[in-house]
Structure formats: C-alpha cells, structure tokens
C-alpha cells in the first residue's frame, strides 16, 4: 500500500472508530461502555469517529450530542488524514455485532494502530487473534479493557507486531473482492 507509516507521527489521546453508525455497528454499546470507563477513571475520553453523522438513527445522533465524552465525527476525511488517523489513535475500536468483512481493521494493523474489537468469528479470522476482543453485547466487557489500558495493566502494543504480518497477507486485491463481495451481499 502507498501509505508508508510515518515514524515520527505521535500517538495521541483518542480512541478511533471507523465504519458506519448502523444499528448492527453497535455505536451505542460503545459510547455506554466508554462513558463506564470515564466515570471509573475520573478523567476524559476523546473519541473520534469516521463516519456520516446522518448514518445515525435520530436516537443515536442525539445520544451522541449529549455524550459527557469528548466525541468528534470527521466526515469525508481523505485517505492521508484517515492513515494519519490510525496512526495517532491509541487503538481502533469496533463494537461491530456482525459483519461481512473488516477493511478498517486490516488498514488499522498496516498501520501499526492497536485493535479493540468485537469477538465476532469474522473479527477473529481477519485479525488471526491480533488483537484485544471483548463480548459486544456484555455491559463491562469493553470498559474494562478500557480502563485496563488506561491504567498501563495491558499493553495496547502487544500485538501490533503480529498485526503487521497478518495485514501482509491481505493485498488490494483480496480486499477488493472481500469489499465486492460485501456490497453484492448488502445489494441482494
């Protein structure tokens, strides 16, 4: 891929969602879960999301709003700033509850960006296990990953060096198909 990782780029002090803000994406669960774990660690959490506000469920843009989180949502981001992005995240975090495939995960371990996601079996395959799960529908499974991390108990680097072999197997044309294929399945 052309985007090289960038070795002076700082991490910074967010937590990256990139996807859709669909019911199945399980943003809710993911935004209940971060506020758990600010409320335990008495401190912010900055979370910024890629995505199409208007995707959102009028519920969930309201929800949103009103998050004692410090949420951003860039829009129409282009691909340097999405790759700068991953890189300066201290981890991707996808709630997802199902799913056809994963491409931010597989653009998250090129870049080296630490993995939060959901323990669905296609996560799982993708990642080949390089990367933290936790259970997508248990209230305190992810806020304490969360606050785990927060707190230096797990290292959130422990599997970017496997993440950047399994990413190597997946080219452009792999993901091309994988996304064709997923466009087909939601097309039916």
């Given at each position: 891929?052309?985007?090289?990782?960038?070795?002076?780029?700082?991490?910074?002090?967010?937590?990256?969602?990139?996807?859709?803000?669909?019911e199945r994406k399980n943003i809710s669960f993911l935004?209940?879960?971060l506020e758990a774990a600010q409320l335990k660690l008495k401190k912010?959490?900055?979370?910024?999301?890629?995505?199409?506000?208007?995707?959102?469920?009028?519920?969930?843009q309201e929800k949103i709003k009103n998050s004692d989180l410090s949420i951003q949502i860039c829009e129409d981001l282009s691909d340097d700033d999405l790759f700068a992005s991953y890189q300066q995240a201290k981890a991707l975090i996808i709630p997802s509850l199902v799913e056809g495939f994963g491409i931010p995960l597989v653009e998250a371990m090129q870049m080296g960006t630490p993995l939060i996601v959901s323990d669905i079996e296609v996560f799982k395959e993708?990642?080949?296990?390089?990367?933290?799960?936790?259970?997508?529908?248990?209230?305190?499974?992810?806020?304490?990953?969360i606050i785990k991390a927060e707190l230096n108990e797990i290292s959130l680097?422990?599997?970017t060096q496997s993440g950047f072999s399994v990413a190597g197997r997946y080219d452009w044309k792999t993901m091309a198909k994988e996304t064709m294929q997923t466009y087909n399945e939601i097309l039916k």
């Open positions: 891929s052309k985007h090289q990782i960038n070795r002076s780029v700082k991490k910074e002090d967010f937590y990256l969602y990139v996807g859709g803000l669909e935004i209940n879960e912010q959490i900055y979370l910024k999301c890629i995505s199409k506000l208007n995707s959102a469920e009028a519920s969930l993708i990642t080949d296990q390089a990367a933290f799960f936790f259970n997508p529908i248990k209230t305190g499974a992810l806020s304490e990953l680097e422990k599997f």
